[in-house]
């Protein structure tokens, strides 16, 4: 059975910084695309970053230069590390995992970010 649990969602101020983690089990991060979604109220869920098996990675323009996904395969996590914060950064977050330019097969629960003042 495929578990994603995200951890780290907080309120932070404005210019703020923040790391999700996202901790598998069930699957192998390393060999999987492992992403980060995230959905505004009102808004559809958006893709932020994805990682694939060979370390490639993958930004929406709207985080690009601020946040950085990365992985630790001994502890078969996955991270977003988000500087810079935004008011407009505000959404839930969701972990995801599957196949590199498809529709994630798994996903997590999410955690809720909120940046404000």
């Known amino acids: 059975q495929v578990q994603l649990v995200e951890s780290g969602g907080d309120l932070v101020q404005p210019g703020g910084s923040l790391r999700l983690s996202c901790a598998a089990s069930?699957?192998?991060?390393?060999?999987?695309?492992m992403g980060w979604y995230r959905q505004a109220p009102g808004k559809e869920r958006e893709l932020v970053a994805v990682?694939?098996?060979?370390?490639?990675?993958n930004y929406a323009r709207s985080v690009e230069g601020r946040f950085a996904i990365s992985r630790d395969s001994a502890r078969n996590t996955v991270y977003l590390q988000m500087n810079s914060l935004k008011p407009e950064d505000t959404a839930v977050y969701y972990c995801?995992?599957?196949?590199?330019?498809?529709?994630?097969?798994?996903w997590g629960q999410g955690t809720q970010v909120t940046v404000s003042s």
């Open positions: 990682i694939s098996s060979l370390l490639h990675t």
């Open positions: 069930g699957i192998i991060v390393s060999r999987n695309a």
């Open positions: 995801s995992a599957g196949s590199w330019g498809r529709t994630p097969d798994y």
